[in-house]
């Protein structure tokens, strides 16, 4: 394992370019999915928003934005496979490896929160602090990112 992070009852695994999903309580993995070609992950931060919950990736200089789609926890429900879903933005390159990573507040800037702005810090390998301006598209198929910085 590389990076960790929890996301409610889910635990986001990533293991080289891949990120897994697993149900926490049960230890069931729902998805995996590769996230870059061979840059192996370093990072994983969760954004929830009301509709969705929007995930920074990060590894090397690769920074992506995946946006994932996750059943609510029940106690009668069993969780399905089909009903987890992630979508991805493009790469992004960062001008060095990021090391560390921290978002701002996630805002949505129309009223049917389709689209999102936030900023963030990034710290790279030589000790340059980057700040990115994130814009974040949901069309409810696809995740755009455009990152200014």
Known sequence: MTALAFCGQYLLAAEGP?????????AVLL????????????GI???????????????GRSLRLAQLRLPTASPVLEI???????????????PDWILDFSPGLLKPQ?????F???KAAAI???????????????????VLADVNG
């Open 124 to 142: 790279t390998t030589h000790n340059a602090l980057l700040e990115l301006d994130l814009t974040y598209y949901d069309d409810s198929q696809h």
């Open 116 to 118: 999102y702005h936030f």
């Open 110 to 114: 129309t009223s049917d929160n389709a």
């Open 45 to 59: 931060v969760v954004h929830d928003t009301c509709s969705s919950t929007v995930v920074v990736i990060w590894g």
């Open 80 to 94: 399905e496979v089909n009903n987890v879903d992630i979508w991805l933005s493009h790469i992004t390159k960062a």
């Open 31 to 42: 998805l995996t999915k590769q996230i870059f070609d061979s840059q192996t992950i370093h």
């Open 18 to 26: 891949f990120l897994r999903i697993l149900d926490h309580d049960s």
